[in-house]
């Protein structure tokens, strides 16, 4: 079966980075565009980036632009999230998601796997 585990989260002090990871089986990783979403406590899930099943385009969300990085080695069949300057405003669980198709998305409820989740807490 499909299975997208996340890893590489933890508590960073603002400023810092981290670099979330997502290892996918069961899938062919190649024909599938991913995504990393974020949902904090109490709120609701929320998109962070996206990136094309060749790593060709990516799509962010306007809170990280300039700071969050998404890429992919579809040799490793893993897709990553690098995060710089983070802020205490980007503490939340995130996400790693497949699509199947080329083209990129937002929107959860168009994305078809989904990983557990990895914490990520920026202390101020």
């Known amino acids: 079966q499909v299975q997208l585990v996340e890893s590489g989260g933890g508590l960073v002090q603002a400023g810092g980075s981290l670099r979330l990871s997502c290892a996918a089986s069961?899938?062919?990783?190649?024909?599938?565009?991913m995504g990393w979403f974020r949902q904090a406590p109490g709120k609701e899930r929320r998109f962070v980036a996206a990136?094309?099943?060749?790593?060709?385009?990516?799509y962010y969300a306007d809170s990280v632009k300039g700071r969050f990085t998404i890429s992919r080695d579809n040799a490793k069949n893993t897709v990553y999230l690098q995060m710089n300057s983070l802020k205490p405003e980007d503490t939340a669980d995130y996400y790693c998601?497949?699509?199947?198709?080329?083209?990129?998305?937002?929107?959860?409820?168009?994305?078809?796997?989904w990983g557990q989740g990895t914490q990520v807490t920026v202390s101020s």
């Open positions: 998601a497949a699509r199947s198709g080329r083209r990129l998305s937002g929107e959860h409820t168009e994305y078809d796997y």
């Open positions: 069961g899938l062919t990783f190649s024909s599938y565009a």
């Open positions: 990136i094309t099943w060749s790593g060709g385009s990516t």
